[in-house]
């Protein structure tokens, strides 16, 4: 088949599946926006990589307007614009779109179905549930107007979807209630690249470099906003003087953590920007306590992939999460580390104290969450439950 994956954010393990199904002898385009500034996964053609498969960058003519609604509308559009030239060119047989957002989304949705190509909704979270919270904060009385319009549109392009992919089974009930067809709906969970993220040595070259090397290293890595509560980051600095809290993230909330750490005097505290993905394994391999936040509006709508990057290097979690999410009964359940939700963020700083003073602890944690990735990440089972809904 002819498959044109959109994965909108350039993430890890996306790239990964479309590797995989050109191994299976498909024809796999594999498409992302390079103007969205998020951390990117392996999107360079490596030597060994199937005849069959091709990486495409898509721009936006000016810089990427995040913080601005109207702009990065119009932005967001003009992607979806450029991908529909792609799909004309290409006509696909399939059409997978993945971290989309719903103003691109509805454009390739139209271009496929213009193309004849089935489309299948990646859905990684429900994008109306986030925009309903925070637009109307943003944008006082016409920002419920706005909430009201993404939500109709988000589940009309669901119901329109030839298949959707949920990422967590919490969705099925959701959807199937917003009138998308239950036999149309598959639930494959997101994973990490694991065979591209090998736990290295702790003290190695890279983090010899980069990294202090007295002290222990808690580490959060990734996109960091307000809603990921970057004061806990600057709590348990606070907390624990003895330990180096590594933020490896980029924009305006990580330069303010930065500035508050200075004015307190923090030293601990080291602010640093993405590294690229061949150097991933290294900078996470060199942590030894990994930190996540999800937002408690998020609830079950959001499974941020970041958590399963941490699994897959085996390194132990504190996760601040709501109880009903996936990542807190995946971490708990596989007693991979701590997870509680925002109003117990004491308990998860409690939890840290235990990981620093109890080394057993940490790799008893760390080693369960990798035995778990390694078991769960596997891309030929994976690939195979994709294959299924390609049709």
């Known amino acids: 088949m002819k498959i044109l994956i959109v994965d909108y954010s350039g993430h890890p393990f996306q790239v990964q599946l479309s590797r995989e199904l050109a191994r299976r002898g498909h024809d796999v385009t594999h498409v992302y926006s390079a103007a969205f500034q998020t951390p990117k996964g392996n999107l360079i053609r490596q030597s060994d990589d199937p005849a069959g498969f091709a990486v495409v960058p898509v721009n936006t003519a000016a810089p990427f307007a995040k913080h601005t609604f109207l702009r ?32 691109t989304q509805r454009v390739l949705q139209a ?33 419920h107007a706005i909430a009201a319009w993404y939500r109709r549109l988000e589940f009309a392009l669901l119901r329109r979807s030839d298949a959707v992919v949920a990422i967590t089974a919490d969705f099925a009930p959701l959807l199937v209630a917003r009138g998308v067809a239950a036999d149309r709906i598959r639930v ?44 806990l980051l600057i709590e348990m600095a606070r907390r624990r003087p003895d330990v180096h809290v590594m933020i490896f993230s980029e924009g305006p909330v ?39 936040v999800i937002e408690p509006e998020a609830g079950v709508y959001s499974v941020p992939s970041k958590i399963l990057t941490y699994l897959a290097i085996g ?41 620093v003073q109890d080394a057993d ?15 769960a990440f596997d891309i030929t089972a994976i690939g195979d439950r994709f294959a299924a809904t390609l049709g």
């Open 72 to 103: 990065r509308r119009q932005q967001e559009i003009e992607i979806g614009e450029r991908i529909a030239d792609l799909i004309a060119k290409l006509v696909p047989d399939v059409v997978i779109s993945s971290n989309a957002p719903l103003d």
């Open 111 to 143: 271009a496929a179905l213009a193309h004849g190509a089935r489309f299948v909704f990646w859905l990684q979270d429900i994008y109306s549930a986030a925009i309903s919270k925070v637009i109307p904060r943003k944008i006082p009385v016409l920002g």
């Open 188 to 231: 494959i969970e997101n994973w990490a690249p694991i065979n591209e993220l090998p736990r290295l040595a702790r003290d190695n070259a890279w983090a010899a470099a980069h990294m202090p090397a007295d002290g222990l290293r808690v580490v959060y890595s990734g996109t960091l906003g307000y809603k990921h509560n970057p004061a």
């Open 254 to 292: 990580a330069d303010a953590t930065a500035a508050t750490a200075k004015a307190e005097g923090l030293a601990n505290v080291h602010v640093r920007p993405w590294v690229p993905f061949a150097d991933l394994p290294s900078m996470l391999s060199a942590a030894d306590v990994f930190v996540a």
């Open 315 to 355: 390194r132990p979690i504190l996760a601040l999460v709501p109880v009903e999410n996936l990542a807190s009964r995946l971490i708990l359940r596989h007693e991979a580390g701590f997870a509680a939700p925002a109003v117990h963020a004491p308990d998860l700083l409690a939890a840290l104290d235990r990981l």
């Open 361 to 375: 602890l940490r790799h008893r944690l760390g080693d369960s969450g990798r035995a778990y990735a390694l078991q």
